[in-house]
């Protein structure tokens, strides 16, 4: 990774420069973004953050920013190497499948806040859920300054996404031989050859 003079990486100066580009907008709007959830983190990782990053995992990628009120988007005291580590683990043995963020030790207003840029999934890994809630339950997308669950439907989707869909080669639970068409199974073996 490549290093400025100053000592900071390449990664953690794109972070700085993304942390002081989106916090006057949301200081502007007075909410979180679609692509920026901010959390005080005051009491340590909030655990409602894997929501977020299964979110922006499923969508268009996000940033995470630790150490700011949700309120006025003003410094909260934090434990920054905690939480960058808490974070760290939470996307690794938490989500399925991993997510590995960029995190960065960022500063606003001069005070110290752990930043993650949160990538998006390539689509033949998605849905990215939370791994207790399981994939149909645990699967979420942004919605202007929220997480929404997918649908059945759209986790169908994204699964089906992931290459040539294969339901047609599932056993049919209950299904017996004496259930088959002795004449469309003849059909189409004659076709088949």
Same mark, same amino acid.
């Given at each position: 990774?490549?290093t ?16 002081d ?12 973004l ?13 655990d ?37 580590? +808490? ?5 690794? +043995? ?6 590995r ?20 999934l ?11 809630e ?10 202007? +300054? ?8 759209e986790?169908?989707v ?36």
């Open positions: 990774m490549n400025g003079t100053d000592g900071h990486t390449a990664a953690s100066a794109e972070l700085q420069a993304e942390v580009t989106v916090v006057p907008q949301l200081r502007a709007a007075a909410t979180d679609e692509s920026v959830e901010v959390k005080s983190a005051a009491g340590g990782f909030p409602s953050v894997l929501k977020s990053i299964s979110a922006f995992s499923n969508g268009r990628g996000g940033l995470l920013i630790f150490g700011l009120s949700d309120a006025d988007f003003l410094p909260t005291p934090i434990d920054i190497a905690k939480l960058a580590a +808490d974070l760290a683990s939470a996307c690794s +043995d938490d989500l399925e499948p991993k997510v963020p960029t995190v960065g030790i960022c500063h606003v207003d001069g005070n110290p806040v752990v930043a993650a840029r949160v990538p998006p390539g689509h033949q890994h998605r849905p990215c859920y939370v791994r207790v399981g994939m149909n339950q645990g699967s979420y997308v942004r919605v202007h +300054d929220g997480n929404r669950r997918l649908t059945d439907y986790i169908h994204m699964v089906s996404g992931r290459g040539q869909p294969t339901d047609d080669a599932k056993p049919v639970d209950g299904a017996r031989l004496e259930h088959l068409d002795d004449a469309l199974v003849s059909d189409l073996l004659r076709r088949l050859r």
